[in-house]
């Protein structure tokens, strides 16, 4: 039985829901009528029902696809503005028990290089991302209770959030890591994560099952029930994710967003972010050996209908994709993007030969941090290195509060500017630097608030003199 409220993975993720939907959307897809009331209902920037949203997705009306896709960059501008937060990612330990077929990490793969960062390699490798200019880290780690416990993330996080080197510092460390208890999440949280992202693979309860044999991650309601966990512990700021080519697009695109709506039903507050990862090649996984695959504009068009859904949650993509396909994403819905990535553990500090890595997929997106952030710039972008609500404790429904009231530009606006041009000062190369300044002058005129405004000044120039971290 479908139930939002409950706190059941099989109710809030009801598989006859789903179906139900997906029925509703192949029986409506031409609909105009329906679809011109969803739409109109979209422009409030309020937010769709999953059932709304999957008629849009299914709608093969080309006109109508087209509007679908401008509404989703008009809510982006609306709610995101030009800004877009960057990160990177950390691999701490590809040691795993689990057997994820699709992930080059599972226990069978024995030619695979294990290894796990010792605390002096973690601090190497963070001042090897301090030193590109990295504020915010999103850990990941197989799961491995011998060998990754807890004891050891939450070490990995204070060592991490301990290292000041030059003017750098990470202020924000998001943690991706395999479901745990609620007692490991308040533990979490206690260490000042940011978001706890946890990607559901797939909500399909039976593919999910045959796609996880073996190991923990194979009970799919313990999994499925992971964000209520650490809501449970206090974390209120969580990810969600799916990984695309496992199962339908439509199945999961359709059960994502019903997740999304049983967290805002049970704990008042949605989804921090939602990451768009896809199935890629990596050591013994070919990604042509799952039969859902989806090509870019698909993708696309999920991502518009996500943004278009749920507008005040963040959109994240990685560099598993294309320079090409993430400028697309970026127009339609993106506002995070990780740069200058490595997948592997070590890759940062001390790069293994190709052949003797331990990445855990292809990476695409192979340019520096500095030549994303250049990249962004050109196409009119803001990159941003903001990390000042999480500071402030504007997380979870304080956050939400504020940006379902779009008062996110009088924080996030200043804020990318001020720690836009910190990065410019310590880490951008003169080229980049040049565009970067030129933008910031731009960016300055269009702050509304004159107060806001003449703080803003003073302190651009006070960076300039080598003061940091300011912030609203
Ligand atoms: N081990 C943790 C877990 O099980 O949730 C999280 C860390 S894992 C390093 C991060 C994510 O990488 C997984 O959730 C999965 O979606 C993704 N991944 C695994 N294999 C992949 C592949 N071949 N291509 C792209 N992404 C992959």
Not at 137 to 144: P, Q
Request: proline share 4%; hydrophobic share 35%.
């Amino acid at each position: 039985m479908y139930n939002p409220k409950s706190t059941k993975a099989e109710e809030f993720i009801s598989d006859e829901e789903v179906l139900e939907s997906l029925k509703y959307a192949e029986e409506n897809k031409n609909n105009v009528e329906l679809i011109d009331k969803i739409l109109e209902k979209a422009r409030l920037g309020k937010g769709l029902t999953h059932r709304e949203a999957v008629v849009l997705l299914d709608c093969n009306i080309e006109e109508k696809n087209k509007e679908i896709l401008a509404l989703a960059e008009k809510i982006k501008k609306d709610y995101y503005g030009n800004r877009i937060v960057l990160f990177a990612p950390l691999y701490l330990s590809n040691y795993c028990v689990n057997g994820c077929v699709y992930c080059p990490y599972h226990a069978k793969n024995k030619h695979i290089p294990r290894r796990k960062l010792t605390q002096e390699e973690i601090k190497q490798e963070v001042i090897a991302l301090q030193d590109m200019g990295h504020k915010r880290l999103a850990i990941e780690s197989g799961e491995d209770p011998v060998n990754n416990p807890i004891e050891y993330i939450l070490e990995s996080i204070k060592t991490i959030y301990s290292i000041k080197h030059k003017n750098g510092a990470i202020r924000r460390v998001n943690v991706n890591i395999a479901a745990t208890t609620v007692e490991n999440y308040r533990k979490l949280h206690e260490a000042g994560i940011g978001t706890y992202i946890l990607f559901q693979e797939t909500y399909n309860k039976k593919s999910y099952e045959e796609l996880h044999p073996t190991g923990p991650k194979h009970n799919y309601a313990y999994h499925t029930e992971a964000m209520d966990r650490a809501m449970q512990g206090g974390i209120d700021d969580v990810g969600l994710g799916v990984l695309y080519g496992l199962e339908s697009y439509r199945y999961e695109f359709t059960a994502l967003l019903m997740h999304a709506e049983h967290l805002e039903a049970v704990y008042g507050v949605g989804p921090h972010t939602i990451s768009l990862p896809r199935i890629k090649k990596a050591d013994d996984i070919d990604p042509d050996e799952f039969d859902n695959g989806i090509d870019d504009d698909t993708f696309a068009k999920i991502a518009a209908c996500i943004r278009i859904a749920v507008p005040y949650t963040g959109m994240i993509i990685s560099t598993r994709e294309s320079e090409k396909c993430r400028e697309r994403m970026l127009h339609l819905g993106v506002s995070q993007i990780s740069g200058g990535s490595k997948t592997s553990v070590g890759g940062y500090f001390n790069p293994m030969p190709e052949k003797e890595e331990s990445a855990q997929f292809d990476v695409s997106d192979r340019r520096s941090l500095d030549e994303v952030v250049k990249w962004l710039m050109e196409l009119g972008y803001l990159p941003s290195f903001c990390t000042a609500c999480y500071g402030s404790g504007r997380t979870g429904d304080r956050f939400m509060e504020i940006c379902k009231h779009q008062q996110i530009h009088n924080f996030c606006h200043p804020n990318a500017i001020m720690t836009l041009k910190e990065y410019l000062e310590d880490y951008a190369s003169p080229e980049t630097r040049a565009v970067g300044e030129k933008l910031i002058e731009k960016e300055v005129q269009t702050l509304e608030n004159p107060d806001i405004k003449s703080v803003v000044e003073k302190d651009l120039v006070k960076i300039h003199a080598g003061e940091r971290d300011f912030k609203f």
